[in-house]
């Protein structure tokens, strides 16, 4: 029997998302087995057990987050974990260097009636970049013509003038004194164009990621009088888990003006060697030291270039650079425009209403003067839970064979957003956003096909028990409804230089209507804040604020204080911010200082976040503390200590008494990492450690509840990197890395008299690895490294993973890059085989310059 979506999705068990805690959002990560972790209930409001799944995606090139996690394979996929940390285990496939990946928690319920799972909630969005440790500014630094050197090893692989790899801005004859004051060309082209070719034997261990792909992304860029903007074009054979195509493409720019400020650097920068050589020229040539005002003049001039020079935001500066006649009028025309773009974009108009969901459309911002308009139109995915759909009903629809845009199963919206506003970005401003979404027509047209009548045979008995006939009786379905998204909301920024304050704030109202969802949207507290004429539709709407305070006291190494405070309503949707947490009040407070001669930075933060703050049956209450110190004193190891702890408040199923928990968990965590190099000539020598500590603990309230199993945990991870150049085309590197987790899933076990007991199960893994490596120099611009990798695991006597690489990367000059590389990895433990099977990975990658 097929219930009705109305019924089933009443019947839906609740739960808060995730909360995550590590990897931090936008941070970097060194860390060779990531540990990840965050908050999760381990019952859903019906007493369902949670299961989680952790998926992590790769981030390219113009992607937004919410684009790469839609759409891209997963790199890393750990289903229904029971814990709320999860350590990356040696048989999962190495990240990549410099690459950036997203991460997010999916909660689940198992559901017997489909014998499958239900997703129940999701968490944030977060997004890391994984990079290979670094020494920062404890390394001597390079002077023009010197040699960078590769991370894995320490020997050279560019210079710093951009022989290399490393891309520039700069015009090719930028640097001619003949053409130096010529006005930039109205339209020249540079760019990349970068081909990946990847081929495996086998997909990886939790990875969705195909075994073969070829991957063209083509990054032009478009000088405009000078002013570089960037597009992209990305086309690859890779699909979504969907069968969706990733290929995408955009022309425009994310911000002209940041363009624009990169041209004219280079004219600051002319204009200041210009006017250097004239007061050079004053003390010889007395026709020219007539009065002692033209070098006063001169020197204030030179002073102010300085000063535009220092700003890495064009946008602050403008009309001082307009005054300087540091414009030409055809970029004056440019700079109205701060961002433009069609194809795939990805528009920033509010934190909390339309921020970085990419959109297959269009999207520009116009700001002349102190008027500013913007307008973004495109279609978006509508996500849809496949476990609801008939795949009968539509494998076998003839409609939907006969039409080609139906044959992906894919709901779209089509979304509309603008804004107008007064005043500039980067100064005071007020602005006022209005976004509205609907289901276009295919979606719609697929709607129709999967809320078909469902025929069912119903038959008539007599008074003796004998079938007399049989009906047939067409019973209602409503599995998808439409969904309309309407969003008004204002946002404002108010300067105050000479306090050395700004204050940002914004406030959104939404109304969400999905006419299939109605009993699951009744569910929602009612919004005590809505004015009376609002509450009437309390079910659909709902609003969010945010609120924050920046403020630099005028005072030498006084450091920067930032607090703000944001709420979001139980039932407030926006189509256009992926990823949000609904029903969360959130306060925290920053506090940094960079001291000393820029040799000591000191962090401190507070935050208090409730999530359930309007929710009846479930709340999480988080109270998070953190400093940290970054101490680089010069020729010293630089050093860097950090610790935060997250103290969670859980109260779950409040409705039920039967059901009724309240656990207090909590995570702490301590790093440090400590880096030092040192060179003698052509020997150079570097050093990288890095330690953390990780505790999960939970305990229970009262004598009925026990401390929630998901919480527990223990994690400790130590990594050593120590790379040595002998001389310019021979070094070599040692890695060596330990991490542990402790983990304690256990579970009340109730006997034959009804006696209940704790029943501990832990789980106890221990992971050693170990890298050596060799780089040589055959030729000048031709490195190759030859490394070889082995794995143990405290439960197995064999080695877990053993391996090795060989990568080659040759560089033509500013031509092109040609770079390969193939690994080898297997597992010498038999039990581990069948898991854990011999793995050849190979890639080539291609960068030609133009």
């Known amino acids: 029997m097929l219930l009705t979506a109305s019924i089933a999705r009443a019947q839906e068990p609740r739960a808060l998302a995730p909360i995550l805690v590590e990897p931090y959002d936008g941070k970097e990560v060194v860390d060779e087995r990531i540990v990840w972790s965050w908050f999760m209930q381990s019952q859903a409001d019906d007493g369902k057990e949670i299961i989680c799944d952790l998926v992590v995606v790769e981030i390219h090139a113009g992607q937004s987050v919410e684009e790469a996690m839609r759409l891209n394979p997963p790199v890393v996929l750990r289903e229904n974990l029971t814990t709320a940390t999860w350590q990356t285990s040696p048989f999962t496939r190495d990240l990549v260097h410099g690459r950036r ?43 023009a013509g010197d040699t960078l050197h590769d991370p894995a090893t320490g020997l050279p692989t560019t210079t710093v003038d951009g022989s290399g790899d490393g891309d520039t801005d700069r015009d090719a004859d930028a640097d001619d004194p003949e053409t130096a004051d010529a006005s930039p060309a109205p339209l020249s082209i540079t760019g990349r164009a970068r081909h990946t070719l990847a081929s495996e034997n086998r997909r990886g261990t939790l990875s969705k990621a195909p075994v073969r792909f070829d991957r063209l992304q083509v990054d032009p860029t478009i000088h405009l009088f000078g002013v570089p903007l960037e597009l992209s074009l990305l086309l690859t054979t890779e699909q979504s888990l969907r069968g969706s195509d990733i290929s995408r493409g955009a022309l425009g720019t994310r911000d002209v003006r940041r363009g624009l400020n990169v041209a004219l650097q280079q004219r600051i920068d002319e204009e200041i060697g210009a006017l250097e050589a004239s007061l050079d020229s004053a003390s010889v040539d007395s026709l020219r030291v007539l009065m002692s ?35 030409t009028p055809e970029q004056q025309m440019l700079a109205r425009f701060p961002s433009f773009g069609f194809g795939k974009v990805a528009p920033s108009f509010g934190a909390l209403l339309f921020d970085r969901v990419t959109i297959n459309g269009g999207a520009f911002e116009f700001n002349p003067d102190n008027v500013y308009v913007a307008a973004a139109v495109g279609k978006v995915l509508r996500e849809v839970d496949p476990t609801v759909l008939e795949a009968e009903s539509l494998t076998a629809d003839s409609a939907r064979l006969a039409d080609p845009l139906l044959s992906v199963v894919e709901f779209h919206r089509t979304l509309y957003s603008m804004r107008l506003g007064y005043g500039r970005r980067h100064g005071s401003y007020v602005a006022l956003t209005g976004l509205y979404a609907d289901d276009d027509e295919q979606s719609r047209a697929l709607q129709a096909i999967a809320n078909r009548p469902v025929v069912r045979l119903v038959e008539r008995i007599d008074s003796l028990g004998e079938i007399i006939a049989v009906d047939t009786v067409l019973e209602a379905n409503r599995l998808l409804g439409r969904q309309r998204n309407y969003a008004f909301g204002g946002v404002g920024r108010l300067e105050l230089e000479g306090a050395g304050l700004a204050l940002d704030g914004e406030f959104n109202l939404s109304w969400f209507d999905d006419d299939a969802n109605r009993p699951a949207q009744s569910q929602v507290p009612i919004p005590q804040g809505l004015p009376e004429f609002l509450r009437s539709d309390s079910i659909l709407t709902d609003f969010d604020f945010a609120v924050r305070a920046d403020w630099t006291p005028p005072v030498a190494e006084a450091g920067t204080i930032n607090a703000g405070i944001r709420y ?86 409040k409705r039920d008494t039967a059901l009724l928990r309240r656990v207090d968990n909590a995570i702490e965590d301590l790093s440090a990492t400590v880096a030092y190099a040192r060179a003698w000539g052509d020997l150079r020598w570097w050093s990288f450690l890095a330690a953390m500590m990780r505790d999960g603990r939970s305990a229970g309230d009262g004598v009925r509840f026990q401390p929630d199993s998901a919480g527990v945990f223990r994690s400790r991870t130590l990594q ?87 990568s080659s990367r040759l560089d033509l000059g500013a031509v092109a890059t040609i770079e390969l590389r193939f690994d080898y990895r297997e597992s010498a433990a038999p039990d581990l085989e069948r898991v854990f099977p011999v793995e050849r990975v190979g890639r080539i990658i291609t960068t030609a310059r133009f």
């Open 101 to 143: 990946y997203a991460w997010q928690i999916v909660a689940k319920v198992r559901d017997p009636s489909v014998g499958s799972t239900r997703v129940v909630s999701r968490s944030e969005l977060w997004q890391f970049t994984y990079v290979e440790p670094s020494i920062g500014d404890s390394d001597p630094p390079p002077i």
């Open 293 to 327: 005002a033209d070098s006063s003049a001169i020197a204030a001039r030179i002073a102010e270039l300085e000063t535009l020079g220092d700003v890495e935001d064009a946008d602050e500066n403008l009309e001082a650079l307009q005054r300087l006649n540091m414009l």
């Open 568 to 653: 979001v309503g139980g039932g407030f949707r926006s189509v256009g911010v992926a990823g949000l947490r609904t029903d969360v009040l959130r306060a925290d407070a920053r506090y940094d200082n960079l001291m000393l001669d820029r040799q000591l930075r000191l962090g401190l933060r507070y935050s208090h976040e409730e999530a359930g703050y309007k929710d009846s049956s479930n709340t999480s209450r988080i109270d998070a503390v953190g400093a940290s110190i970054e101490l680089r004193l010069r020729g010293l190891p630089a050093l860097t200590v950090g610790y935060q702890r997250h103290a969670q408040d859980l109260v779950t199923s």
């Open 720 to 806: 050593l990197d120590n790379r040595v150049a002998l001389s310019p085309r021979l070094g070599f590197g040692l890695r060596a890395a330990y991490s542990g987790t402790l983990s304690h899933p256990f579970t009340i076990v109730e006997d034959s008299t009804g006696a209940r007991t704790l029943d501990v199960r832990t789980e106890d893994v221990d992971l050693y690895s170990l890298d050596l490596s060799a780089m040589v120099l055959p030729l000048e611009g031709w490195s190759v490294t030859l490394g070889a990798i082995t794995s143990y695991q405290n439960d197995i006597p064999q080695p877990a993973v053993l391996g090795g690489y060989v």
